[in-house]
């Protein structure tokens, strides 16, 4: 298992407090685990220093 993090963005493009931590076997698991947080946030899907995903917020 990987740990990701999970980092949540207003409108304005500012980080929303710190990332949530998943444990997930691969990337499409942590991207489907993230997609829960975009609720009026655009949420961003890290794997150490690489950027998995950016979801975009659902408004």
Known sequence: MAE???Y???KDGHIQ???V???REDDDAAV???KQYVDGF???VWDRA???A???SAD
């Open 4 to 6: 990701y993090r999970l």
């Open 8 to 10: 949540r963005f207003d």
């Open 17 to 19: 407090g710190p990332p």
């Open 21 to 23: 931590i998943v444990d």
């Open 32 to 34: 489907t685990q993230a």
């Open 42 to 44: 655009a949420i961003q």
């Open 50 to 52: 690489r950027c998995v």
């Open 54 to 56: 950016v979801l975009p």
